[in-house]
């Protein structure tokens, strides 16, 4: 934190030429932890694999990430119903599948105006966040109302904040949900229609995730 920007960067960062990754052992057994808190089993072979797509705030053009081998997979865990008002109510709690965990790498970070909210005609670009550990979540589809995902999101914060993994603060982006939205709507006439999915990319509020799945 308070980092000027562009000055927490280095040759791996950049894959500048002759710079090789090397694992992270700490993200590893963090990542691990974060799995068995969710009932994940362990892989005990895992690798990496190369995400390549360009973008302003990955500087190598590609990410490393984790595809049909992720450290953590099949995994479950009881989410607890809760009330308007966040608190934990009474009701049979929600079985939530967890199809992996896997470790990547994050991307830098886009101002799209400037700091203080000033109108800009151009995009600024801080890489001091790319290449931190990152892990991914992927749920199975066990989600129906809005309070189950609030529930789970808040759960796994407190989850990796017991374990140490994060410091969970959503303002600093420590954690981003992407809910997978789509509705199934009866017709007048009894057909039954389901819209297409759509990804609500890097939410970083409690609140604009029940926003958006709301709307």
């Not at 990542?31 to 360009?54: E, H, N, P, Q």
């Not at 999915?197 to 709301?214: Q, T």
Request: contains cysteine.
């Amino acid at each position: 934190d308070g980092a000027e920007p562009n000055t927490l960067i280095d040759p791996v960062v950049l894959a500048l030429p002759g710079a090789l990754p090397v694992m992270n052992r700490a993200a590893v057994e963090m990542a691990m932890m974060v799995g068995m808190a969710l009932g994940c089993s362990i892989a005990s072979r895992t690798k990496w694999d190369r995400k390549s797509y360009f973008y302003p705030d990955l500087p190598k053009g590609y990410q490393i990430s984790q595809y049909d081998l992720p450290l953590c997979f099949d995994g479950i865990v009881s989410v607890p119903r809760i009330d308007e008002k966040g608190m934990i109510a009474e009701g049979e709690p929600r079985q939530i599948g967890i199809i992996r965990a896997h470790l990547e790498e994050d991307a830098g970070k886009l101002l799209h105006e400037a700091p203080g909210g000033h109108a800009i005609d151009y995009s600024i670009v801080d890489w001091n966040r790319a290449g931190t550990p990152l892990l991914e979540i992927v749920t199975q589809p066990d989600f129906d109302e809005v309070w189950q995902v609030v529930s789970f999101a808040k759960m796994l914060r407190n989850i990796c904040r017991f374990l140490g993994v994060t410091e969970g603060v959503m303002q600093k982006g420590h954690m981003r949900f992407e809910p997978n939205i789509n509705c199934h709507i009866t017709l007048a006439d009894g057909t039954l229609v389901k819209t297409p999915i759509v990804e609500i990319k890097n939410l970083n509020s409690f609140k604009s995730v029940k926003g958006a799945i709301e709307f």
